[in-house]
């Protein structure tokens, strides 16, 4: 049975298809298709932070144009798509080299890191919330891309004991943010286009 389509499995999400494509869709989910499970549980985590959002809700044409540009995306990483996952190089830690300066400086209240994978390089600023625990800011660039249609609207998952403990998307030009994250020691992961990042043992410390 073929795969669905990335608008059939949308439709099929939010109860828009007859019975009959319906049926054949969970059919199709239920034989094991990794790829089609995975875009699902994509398409479910990003409705329901969607959902704790409500600034603003997107019209329907901008949502059409959203999983046209997924499909063509998700076309072209099929070729050179990885199971595995890339692991990211730690470049700079503010808490070792305080004499280091770039686009952020390091500060007594803030801890700063850079990593690098696969041509991706990966901000990172930790410092105090306001309220408790620790804020943080990231950025993640394609270094041989001058501008950011690559990280713009990536998914970002905080992990810890292989359970998500915050998942976020990228704005338009990379960056995203958490707030009120308790410290310890996290894997980041992010979702690129063609490969997902991670960042194991990333300590979340002042």
């Given at each position: ?21 319906a049926v054949r869709i969970e059919r199709h ?144 030009v990379g960056e995203f943010r958490m707030i ?11 979702d690129t286009r063609d490969k997902q990042i ?9």
């Open positions: 049975m073929r795969c669905p389509l990335f608008q059939e499995l949308l439709d099929f999400q939010d109860g828009r298809l007859e019975r009959d494509e989910l239920a034989s094991g298709c990794a790829r089609c499970v995975a875009d699902l549980r994509w398409y479910e985590r990003l409705r329901s932070l969607a959902r704790s959002d409500s600034r603003f809700s997107p019209p329907l044409w901008a949502r059409n144009r959203a999983v046209l540009l997924f499909e063509e995306e998700r076309e072209k990483a099929s070729f050179y798509r990885s199971s595995r996952p890339e692991i990211a190089l730690l470049a700079y830690d503010s808490a070792r080299d305080q004499s280091w300066t770039g686009a952020r400086s390091a500060e007594s209240s803030e801890r700063q890191f850079v990593y690098s994978a696969g041509g991706f390089s990966i901000d990172l600023q930790i410092g105090r919330a306001e309220a408790s625990g620790a804020e943080v800011i990231g950025q993640i660039l394609q270094e041989s891309e001058r501008g950011f249609g690559s990280v713009a609207g990536l998914l970002v998952d905080l992990v810890k004991l292989e359970q998500p403990i915050w998942s976020t998307i990228t704005n338009g009120g994250v308790d410290f310890g020691e996290y894997e980041l992961r992010l991670r960042i194991p043992n990333l300590p979340i410390l002042l």
